[in-house]
């Protein structure tokens, strides 16, 4: 056995335990560069962490014009305000766009350069200024892993930095944060989250060569990564469509709080596969929710290397509370894809890429694209040729899944 274990140096996790944001960021430093979004920054429970912040540090600079996907420009103009305050510490306060904006502003920020210089796995040379991770979602849980994905204009596909040295530094997860979500973008980010704990949990198991470690981010699954996988996922189906219907359900936005958190251990170090790589190119075509892609695919994937994981989808199947007595790992298989059919009809999913203006002409050059994202694709369990990828996407542009749906009440 040859793997490794990532994560922050602390991670603080519970209800309330925001209210130590203020502390942690100034042992971190004391020229503080905030980034956030707009919508966030007016709301009283952001606006009075970084009130609090600014009490405790001497200089506090605000980036709050995150916007989805993290356009170059952004990070540019990011750059330009850390710049302005000489930050040497970041807090980010939002969704995976602003977590993931506020890793390459601190790569830059240490190393110089512009966000090219370091696409792919491993090129950042060491480590970067101080990071403390807020999320204000459960989905992305981009406050443990070592990626920041970016949208760059010159290529037609989402592309990604990653590296041990972006991790932040500390993750600080209140659920109490999450509180004010809308329904649509709980459903989008808590679907991420899914798929992230069923992406490692079936994610294809590799040797490793002693160098792998430090060379490779996403090293395939392992039993750590299981660990982390299932308990998130049984988490996540038991809470996600209840935080999607009543936002105000504390215990369930707990419940996905904790589960987005296992999620990120686990795919920080397994990595996450065909879904994530396919809705590169596709979230770059359409302007879609991330979480509403790797969703929508996460099903077709699945069912096309079902052969190959029925073992471990009827595991996943008994973790998301399905009642497999007496059913072979192929009939408990198959009821998990029609259960997970159920849950994304539940909560808002789309159930075609027609459905979110994909043209059918596009999809083997998508295919295409998507199987040029090694780290993710080498994760697949099943064929992962440009053929084998078109199959997926033509099953997901017309919707023709086999599986009966099930309504909420038959679940």
């Not at 849980?141 to 500390?170: C, N, Y």
């Not at 369930?252 to 879904?275: E, I, K, N, Q, V």
């Not at 059918?360 to 998508?366: I, N, Q, V």
Request: some cysteine; hydrophobic content about 45%; charged content about 20%.
């Amino acid at each position: 056995m040859l793997e490794t274990v990532r994560g922050p140096r602390q991670l603080i996790v519970g209800e309330g335990v925001a209210q130590n944001i203020p502390r942690v960021v100034a042992e971190c430093g004391s020229r503080v560069l905030v980034v956030t979004d707009r919508v966030l920054l007016g709301q009283p429970g952001v606006a009075e962490i970084v009130a609090a912040v600014r009490e405790k540090v001497a200089v506090v600079g605000v980036f709050a014009d995150a916007t989805p996907d993290v356009p170059l420009t952004d990070v540019a103009l990011a750059v330009s305000v850390a710049a302005e305050v000489d930050a040497d510490v970041i807090l980010a306060i939002g969704g995976g766009t602003v977590i993931d904006l506020a890793k390459i502003v601190g790569v830059i920020r240490r190393h110089g350069g512009s966000p090219r210089d370091f696409y792919g796995e491993s090129k950042v040379p060491g480590p970067t200024i101080p990071l403390v991770a807020v999320p204000t979602t459960s989905g992305t849980g981009s406050e443990l892993t070592p990626v920041s994905v970016l949208t760059d204009p010159d290529r037609e596909l989402k592309v990604g930095v990653s590296s041990v040295h972006i991790v932040p530094d500390f993750a600080i997860v209140d659920p109490e944060l999450t509180y004010s979500c809308p329904a649509t973008v709980s459903a989008h980010s808590g679907i991420d989250a899914f798929c992230h704990a069923v992406e490692s949990y079936t994610a294809r198991p590799r040797a490793h060569e002693p160098r792998d470690p430090v060379e490779q981010v996403f090293l395939g699954r392992n039993p750590v990564t299981d660990h982390y996988a299932l308990l998130a996922a049984e988490r996540i189906a038991r809470s996600l469509p209840r935080v999607v219907r009543d936002g105000g359900d504390k215990d369930a936005r707990a419940d996905m709080s904790y589960g987005s958190m296992l999620a990120g251990l686990a795919f920080a170090h397994a990595g996450t596969a065909a879904p994530h790589a396919l809705q590169y190119p596709i979230g770059a075509a359409t302007h879609t929710p991330h979480g509403l892609g790797v969703g929508l695919l996460l099903p077709y994937a699945l069912d096309a290397a079902k052969d190959a994981i029925s073992d471990r989808l009827a595991v996943l199947a008994r973790v998301c509370g399905l009642d497999v007595t007496g059913a072979s790992d192929a009939e408990a298989a198959d009821m998990f894809l029609t259960w997970l059919d159920g849950l994304l009809a539940d909560i808002g999913i789309p159930a075609s890429l027609a459905d979110i203006g994909v043209a059918r002409a596009d999809l083997p050059r998508f295919a295409e694209m998507a199987g040029g994202v090694t780290r993710l694709i080498q994760n697949h369990p099943g064929p992962a040729d440009t053929a084998s990828l078109t199959a997926i996407l033509e099953a997901a542009w017309s919707g023709d899944r086999t599986r009966r749906v099930l309504t909420p009440e038959q679940r």
